[in-house]
C-alpha cells in the first residue's frame, strides 16, 4: 500500500513537531515547510497527496499560498486542509476562497484531524 505524503506548513517549531510525529504515527510520510513560500516551492516540487496548511506564515500567509498551489497546474488537484486558531465563520469563509479544500480549527485532536485527512482523500479505509 502506498504511503500518503503530507506538507505540513506551519511556522510554529512546536507545532510543526507535534503534528510531525503526530501524523507520522498514523503512518503519513511528512514533508515540512515553516513559511508560505517554502510551502508553495514544496508543493510543486514534492507533489504531496495532502497539504495542512497554517493559515498565519511569515514571507507568505496560508491564504496566499493556497490560492498559488490551487493556480498552478501541477498542484491544483492536491486537496488543503487549513489548520489554524482563526476559527470566526469568515476566516473559513476566506479558507474555503483562497482555495483550501477544508478547516479544521485548533485546538484539534488528531482523531478529528485523521478523519478530515481520510475524507479529503477519500479512503476512509486508510
Known sequence: MKTTRVLVAEDNQDMLDVLSRGLQ???YEIITANDGIKAVQLASSEI???IIMDLVMPKLDGLEAASKIKSNPKTRTVPILAVTAKAESSDR????QSGCDAYI???F???KLDTAIKKLLKDPAR
Open 93 to 96: 469563509r476566506k479558507c474555503l
Open 25 to 27: 504515527r498514523l503512518h
Open 109 to 111: 485532536t488528531f482523531e
Open 105 to 107: 480549527a485548533k485546538p
Open 48 to 50: 504531496p497527496d495532502l
